[in-house]
């Protein structure tokens, strides 16, 4: 059975940092490209980031580019999503989708 499951989310500071992790389970990721998304209260989900199958290429949200970084690590069934310099406007449940399915989410909120 094919399960995301997404974690690293919490409570932060403005400024600070959080690395978020998509574990793979039921298939293997080195085929896919994988996408990050969130979702605001209130707000519709939105794309914030995916990386290719190889990893070799990557696209963000002009709202996180500069400070989010995707990565992936194949040997470990797992992709990342780094994120540096967080805002209060980055508060959201984040989620991982692969294949057409969705991980449960991690919050993340950023308030001091």
């Known amino acids: 059975q094919l399960q995301l499951v997404e974690s690293g989310g919490g409570l932060v500071q403005p400024g600070g940092s959080l690395r978020l992790s998509c574990a793979a389970s039921g298939f293997t990721l080195d085929y896919y490209a994988i996408g990050w998304f969130r979702q605001a209260p209130g707000k519709e989900r939105e794309g914030v980031s995916c990386i290719s199958s190889s990893g070799g290429s990557t696209n963000y949200a002009d709202s996180v580019k500069g400070r989010f970084t995707v990565s992936r690590d194949n040997a470990k069934n797992t992709v990342y999503l780094q994120m540096n310099s967080l805002k209060p406007e980055d508060t959201a449940v984040y989620y991982c989708?692969?294949?057409?399915?969705w991980g449960q989410g991690t919050q993340v909120t950023v308030s001091s």
């Open positions: 989708v692969a294949l057409g399915s």
